[in-house]
């Protein structure tokens, strides 16, 4: 792998950046594998990454059916924070906090992790109280956050309308200076030159359309491009398309499958330097690097695969955001794109054995995955790799829904992001 | 976009007046008493999620307020047929998994 730095980005402009190495190869892939990871997203290929540089499992393929990201990883708002309110999530989302604050280092490969803080408004009495509830139970397991009034929040975000007299009027927020966003597509990228070069194989453009299950047991995968490859264990992390891919184990998952929409401005100057998130009027917003405002708010509410969404929905979403901006409302939309999320009863994630031996899914991820993306691909990796589930992954079995165990994140996750 | 034909109101209007409410024909458990964890949770939690044909449960919540149903594409998002409480699918839903506990399973409401 050549490794990036300062000194490389000079050497090549002598060469006027033709001489570059291709960043992973495209190969064919074997008959048989360890492990074989189905879903080529951020998920997938932190996984694939850590099974071979933690877990010293390197004869594993990643089996996807478009090009590298081009789910949810890339169609995401961004927003990276850890401020959930249960044990189990917190401790989760914390851990893929600390490996984020880490992974451009440990990649070699910028992904523009930017801790520029989190902002969760409160605009109502009760919105208040799940707040101080929220960011005591987040202080105690060692989580940073903050209370803030509508004063501190207006000092944070000057361009904001915090005035008593909106319909929502601004009541304070949560802050978690720790928070912030990352540039998505690097992150796939950056895992993909990662596992790539400790010996995985990234296979695109190829579906995964079937397993081979022996008493019992997945014994391999049915590709429509190369036929049964073998493994020894498989990992599924399709996010939206699970329980398609449920279906054709013969299983069901607690999913639905809907779309998520997001949309940015055409680019202007900076005038957003951190993340400004809103349960109650339901949008969130951040600027990019480029100078865009990344938008996005809830979900569709029919069941869909199709990655578009209805207007209506971005209706809502633009409405919610001038409400505390009526600043932007001369802005002008540049794009528009959905993703399909895979919610869950309870908001959290589904990271779990399954009734099939050696097959594991990691899904459920919904409208909030990808801050998790490191802290997911590492524990699902370990799971993978010793047979038996990481400590912080148990309790996301699928069986909670069975047991009543749920991990009931509406409050803190509530808006989708 | 969607333009839905309400049922009972015998008219098209747009999608902002309807709410989705989910899987369709989902059969409340007859013997409450006697269920197992297992098919509690199955009941309450699992549904069908297929990438094709659905059977929905639709409400016209800013019109006449009544519930029908829908067979709709979830991959084209297609308008298959409308029909109401107490009428039975003519299109059938994409091939799923069923539930374990088929006293739930939409299948089992259609033949009954
Ligand atoms: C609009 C939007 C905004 C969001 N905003 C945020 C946010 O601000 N913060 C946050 O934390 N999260 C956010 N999320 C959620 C986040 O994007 C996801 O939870 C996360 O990216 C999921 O990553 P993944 O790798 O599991 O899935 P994906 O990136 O979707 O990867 C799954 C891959 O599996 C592949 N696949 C599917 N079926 C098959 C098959 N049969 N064979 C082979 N491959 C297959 C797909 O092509 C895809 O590439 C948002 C999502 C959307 C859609
Ligand atoms: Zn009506």
Redesign the pocket.
């Known amino acids: 792998m050549q490794h990036y730095s300062g000194f490389g980005l000079l050497k090549h402009a002598m060469s006027h950046h033709e001489n570059w190495q291709r960043v992973w190869r495209n190969p064919t892939p074997k008959k048989s594998y360890d492990v074989v990871i ?7 290929l932190a996984t694939a990454y850590y099974l071979a540089k933690e877990f010293g499992i390197t004869n594993v393929a990643v ?4 090009y590298l ?5 890339a ?6 924070r850890s401020n959930y309110l249960w044990d189990e999530s917190a401790f989760l989302y914390e851990h893929a906090m600390k490996l984020w604050e880490g992974l451009s280092q440990d990649l070699n490969y910028n992904v523009m992790f930017s801790q520029r803080g989190v902002l969760n408004l409160g605009h109502t009495l009760q919105d208040m109280r799940d707040i101080s509830r929220r960011v005591n139970a987040n202080r105690l397991n060692g989580i940073d956050g903050e209370m803030l009034d509508a004063q501190q929040v207006k000092e944070i975000v000057p361009d904001m309308d915090c005035s008593a007299n909106r319909r929502y009027p601004v009541m304070g927020a949560s802050w978690q200076p720790r928070g912030g966003v990352a540039r998505h597509d690097a992150v796939a990228w950056g895992f993909a030159r990662g596992a790539d070069a400790l010996g995985v194989d990234l296979i695109q453009q ?4 079937g397993f081979e299950i022996e008493d019992g047991t997945v014994t391999g995968v049915k590709t429509t491009q190369y036929g049964t490859i073998k493994a020894g264990k498989v990992g599924c ?5 699970s329980g ?2 449920a279906d054709m184990a013969g299983l069901r998952l607690p999913l639905e499958s809907h779309p ?3 949309l940015v401005s055409e680019p202007i100057k900076p005038i957003l330097d951190t993340v400004v998130m809103s349960n109650h009027v339901h949008g969130y917003v951040s600027q990019s690097d480029k100078g865009d405002l990344v938008i ?1 708010a809830g979900i569709d509410g029919y069941n869909g695969y199709g990655q578009r969404g209805s207007y209506p929905t971005i209706e809502h979403t633009v409405s919610a955001i001038l409400e505390l901006f009526p600043i932007f409302s001369r802005v002008r939309m540049n794009r528009q794109w ?2 399909i ?1 895979d919610t869950t009863p309870d908001a959290c994630p589904l990271i779990s054995k399954t009734e099939i031996e050696n097959l594991y899914f990691n ?1 459920g ?9 490191p802290g997911s691909g590492h524990v699902f990796a370990a799971s993978l790799a010793k047979g038996e589930m990481h400590e912080l992954a148990k309790p996301f079995s699928i069986d909670r829904f069975n047991t009543g165990a749920l991990i009931d994140e509406h409050g803190a996750a509530g808006v ?2 | 976009m969607f333009l839905i034909y309400c049922p009972y109101c015998e008219e098209e209007r747009a999608e902002e007046e309807f709410h989705a409410s989910g899987e369709a024909h989902i059969v409340r458990p007859t013997d409450p008493e006697s269920l197992s964890d297992e098919a509690w949770g199955d009941y309450v939690f699992f549904r069908k999620n297929p990438r094709g044909n659905h059977h929905e449960l639709w409400q016209h919540t800013t019109g006449c307020r009544k519930f029908f149903y829908m067979t709709r594409d979830t991959a084209t998002y297609e308008i298959k047929e409308i029909y109401k409480v107490g009428e039975q699918p003519k299109v059938a839903t994409a091939p799923a998994v069923p539930n374990k506990y088929d006293q739930f399973s939409s299948e089992q409401a259609v033949k009954k």
């Open positions: 189905v879903g080529g997203g951020g998920h997938g089996i996807e059916k478009g990201g081009g789910g949810n990883t169609r995401n708002t961004t927003i990276v190829c579906a995964v359309e992390v399709v996010a939206g398309n398609v891919l998520l929409q997001a996005g959905g993703g999320v899904c991820w919904g409208t909030g995955g990808f801050k998790a993306t989708a992001h």
